[in-house]
């Protein structure tokens, strides 16, 4: 069996230094935020390039505190995308305020920048782009159109750690970068986690009392927070797995090259890495009409795909009260239709990957 990801195989090979670390807490007592938390902010985010980070307990909290950061509230647009996990339209939702989205581009499955401006009514508060499986969206042109708008650009990075774009890696591009560290994400924890990256104080400090029910000093309450605190065990595995990151990231790029190359000339829509991009392949997707049908054949072959995600979010019943029908996001649809996500993790093998693409190549050969 070739699974979509493996955290079995990555636990193995990190057991011995995840076992004291979390003996560590557990002698320490520290079991909510604390020293190891800490540490973990202050290290990942010199790792994603940011001067702040701040360790909530999903990534969804991340972009809540974000969003709230920034001002955003009942009465405010944010303009982001329908091609998402629902969790980046349910942030904006917690704060009141209203989604409004853009379509993608088919290329990169990241927001169309050149579809932005039309979106913009004198109620946008803030820009919300997706980096999408892994791969940045398109940062300067959204940075210069919220600039001439006076717009916060807040980057959902859950997952993209350590992507980079043009060089500078993902969080620290916009104003705000929110992470997730839901188990199968390329850092992930054992549990839930998240982080907000910033290099605007104000909003660090802000976030920081968000995050624990608004209170600087303990029964201060100044703002009307949260308990959205990163849990100590978390930081702990967190900063072990941290310093294998990029030992991993290289791996998934490595498997995506082989996936690249072993699929090129069988017809077979693969992923376009931008020019611009250090894409981190937390998803690598290829493109279909039959898609059903391949995913059953691969996994009469014991090979387990995903899909990411087969709803684009205006169409979702939860969201329906947005107003939006089908049609109205046609990029988003189609790749809601047609993608199919390939088993993608550090450890899959080389012949885990050929296995996969000869089982691909067989479905796209006329008999
Ligand atoms: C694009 C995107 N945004 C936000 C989230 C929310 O993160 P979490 O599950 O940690 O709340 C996720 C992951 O689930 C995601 O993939």
Redesign the pocket.
């Known amino acids: 069996m070739i699974p979509f990801v493996d955290l079995k195989a990555q636990y193995a090979s990190i057991k011995d230094e995840v076992l004291p670390a979390i003996q560590g807490i557990l002698e320490s007592c520290q079991f909510t935020l604390g020293a190891e938390v800490v540490e973990f902010e202050k290290e990942f985010a010199a790792y994603s390039q940011a001067q702040h980070g701040i360790g909530v307990n999903?990534?969804?909290?991340?972009?809540h505190v974000a969003l709230l950061a920034a001002g955003v509230g009942p009465g405010d647009e944010v303009i982001t995308v329908p091609f998402?996990?629902?969790?980046?339209v349910a942030?904006v939702y917690y704060t009141g305020a209203r989604a409004v989205f853009v379509d993608i581009d088919p290329r990169t499955f990241t927001m169309d920048v050149n579809a932005i401006e039309a979106a913009i009514t004198p109620r946008t508060k803030a820009i919300l782009p997706?980096?999408?499986y892994g791969q940045p969206a398109d940062m300067d042109p959204i940075l210069e159109i919220a600039k001439r708008h006076g717009l916060v650009v807040i980057e959902?990075?859950?997952?993209a750690h350590g992507a980079e774009y043009k060089g500078r890696r993902v969080g620290s591009i916009g104003d705000m970068g929110?992470?997730?560290?839901?188990p199968g994400?390329n850092l992930g924890a054992y549990g839930?986690?998240?982080m907000v990256v910033t290099g605007n104080a104000e909003y660090a400090r802000t976030m920081r009392m968000l995050r624990d029910w608004g209170a600087e000093k303990k029964y201060e309450h100044v703002l009307k927070g949260y308990n959205y605190r990163l849990e100590g065990i978390q930081g702990a595995v967190l900063r072990v797995k941290l310093r294998h990151l990029e030992a991993w990231t290289e791996a998934r790029r490595a498997a995506a090259a082989r996936y690249d190359s072993m699929l090129a000339g069988s017809g077979i829509s693969t992923p376009e890495a931008m020019p611009y991009a250090r894409h981190v392949y937390?998803v690598y997707a290829v493109r279909t009409a039959q898609r059903a049908a391949w995913q059953s054949a691969l996994q009469a072959q014991e090979i387990q795909t995903g899909i990411?995600y087969p709803i684009p979010v205006h169409l979702l019943p939860a969201y329906a009260d947005l107003g939006y029908k089908a049609g109205d996001f046609p990029h988003a649809e189609q790749a809601a239709n047609e993608v199919l996500s390939l088993p993608m993790f550090p450890e899959l093998t080389s012949a885990q990957t050929e296995t996969v693409c000869n089982a691909l190549r067989k479905l796209t050969t006329p008999a």
Do not use: I, N, R
């Open positions: 999903t990534g969804t909290s991340a972009l998402t996990f629902v969790a980046t942030a997706v980096h999408l959902d990075a859950a997952q929110c992470f997730s560290f839901y994400k839930e986690g998240g937390h990411h």
